[in-house]
């Protein structure tokens, strides 16, 4: 069973940084694709942005480019999103996710397992 446990998220200022952590069980990170999702309260869970399982190619939600940043580290099995630059509107609970496949994607039905959810909260 795969489990994904993500880290990082709480309240900052408008402006500010946070770094997600998502930790993966299992012996087959190296060989998927990693993404992260968010979804604000009373709206869909939006894509936010996708890395390969070479971590080579990244995918972004244009709101996001320029502010955010993802990465893996595929010795420890986890995958990170650094933000700064943070507005309310990035407020939500994000998650990761694995994908099925090598490639990154944006599409939901492209990842089959998820995290919990972290909440990040960017007041004005």
């Known amino acids: 069973q795969v489990q994904l446990v993500e880290s990082g998220g709480g309240l900052v200022q408008a402006g500010g940084s946070l770094r997600l952590s998502c930790a993966v069980s299992g012996r087959t990170f190296s060989t998927y694709a990693m993404g992260w999702f968010r979804q604000a309260p009373g709206k869909e869970r939006e894509f936010v942005v996708a890395i390969s399982a070479s971590g080579v190619s990244t995918y972004y939600l244009d709101s996001v480019k320029g502010r955010f940043t993802i990465s893996r580290d595929n010795a420890k099995n986890t995958v990170y999103l650094q933000m700064s630059g943070l507005k309310p509107e990035d407020t939500a609970a994000y998650y990761c996710?694995?994908?099925?496949?090598?490639?990154?994607?944006?599409?939901?039905?492209?990842?089959?397992?998820w995290g919990q959810g972290t909440q990040v909260t960017v007041s004005s």
């Open positions: 996710a694995r994908g099925r496949l090598r490639v990154a994607s944006s599409r939901l039905t492209d990842y089959d397992y």
